[in-house]
C-alpha cells in the first residue's frame, strides 16, 4: 500500500502537489509558534453562529467596554484566581451536550449546573470580569482538540503569555502547552468580532464548537 502511495503521489498535478508544499509550511508556521508565549493572529473570522444568537439574546455580555491592549499581570494572586475559577466551574457544571439539554446541536449559554464546553469558558469569563478582570483580557477562543473535534477554552491575555482555561483540563496552561490546534479567538478591541489563530484561514468544519460552513 505505501508503494501505491507513494506512486500516486507522483502523477499528482503540480497545484496538489502546491497545496501540500503548503501544507507543509503551516505545520512549519504552527511547531514555530508552540515556542512563543502569545498567539498570532492571521486576520478576521467569522463569528461561531452560536455565538452570535448568545448576543443577541444576552447582549451585556457582549458589549465592548473599552479598545485598548489590557494585559494583566500574572502575579501569584491573579494565577491563583484563574486556577480557582477553572477549578470551580469545572466541578460544579456537568458536562453535558446541547443535544441532550435544548434538543438543538448548538446553544451557547451561561449554565446552571450543566453545559458544554462554550458554557464553561462563558461562565469563567462572566466569574473573572465580576472580580474586576477587564473583558478584553478574556477571551473565547475555538480549538481542535486532540481528536481534530471542535473545542471552546477561554483565553487569559497575561503579560506573560496567554494562558488556557479549559473544562478538560484542571490546570491552567499556556496555549502553546495544550494538545490544541488553534483556530479562532475573540478580538480584544471588540468582543463581538473575531480574529483567525490558523495560518490557513480556511473555514471549519460544521462541529466545530458553533462554527457552521455556509451553503
Known amino acids: 500500500m505505501k508503494r501505491i502511495a507513494f506512486a500516486v503521489l507522483g502523477l499528482l498535478p503540480l497545484t496538489a502537489m502546491a497545496s501540500i508544499a503548503s501544507a507543509d509550511n503551516v505545520r512549519t508556521i504552527r511547531s514555530a509558534e508552540r515556542s512563543l508565549a502569545f498567539m498570532r493572529v492571521y486576520g478576521n473570522a467569522q463569528p461561531p453562529y452560536g455565538f452570535v444568537r448568545f448576543c443577541e439574546t444576552t447582549p451585556r455580555h457582549c458589549a465592548a467596554t473599552d479598545q485598548r491592549e489590557q494585559r494583566f499581570h500574572a502575579d501569584a494572586k491573579r494565577m491563583a484566581e484563574l486556577d480557582e475559577i477553572n477549578r470551580l466551574v469545572n466541578a460544579t457544571i456537568e458536562p453535558l451536550t446541547d443535544l441532550e439539554l435544548y434538543g438543538v446541536t448548538e446553544h451557547w449559554t451561561l449554565p446552571f449546573d450543566k453545559g458544554d464546553c462554550e458554557d464553561y469558558a462563558l461562565l469563567k469569563r462572566k466569574m473573572l470580569i465580576d472580580r474586576g478582570w477587564p473583558a478584553s483580557a478574556l477571551l473565547l477562543t475555538v480549538v481542535r482538540d486532540e481528536k481534530g473535534d471542535g473545542h471552546a477554552v477561554l483565553t487569559a491575555r497575561t503579560l506573560q503569555g496567554d494562558?488556557?482555561?479549559?473544562?478538560?483540563?484542571?490546570?491552567?496552561?499556556?496555549?502553546?502547552?495544550?494538545?490544541?490546534?488553534?483556530?479562532?479567538?475573540?478580538?480584544?478591541?471588540?468582543?463581538?468580532?473575531?480574529?483567525?489563530?490558523?495560518?490557513?484561514?480556511?473555514?471549519?468544519?460544521?462541529?466545530?464548537?458553533?462554527?457552521?460552513?455556509?451553503?
Not at 176 to 188: A, D, G, H, I, L
Open 163 to 215: 494562558y488556557i482555561l479549559d473544562n478538560k483540563i484542571a490546570d491552567i496552561r499556556m496555549w502553546s502547552k495544550t494538545p490544541y490546534e488553534f483556530v479562532m479567538r475573540q478580538s480584544y478591541m471588540n468582543p463581538r468580532v473575531w480574529v483567525s489563530l490558523d495560518p490557513m484561514q480556511a473555514p471549519g468544519p460544521s462541529n466545530l464548537a458553533g462554527v457552521r460552513n455556509e451553503p
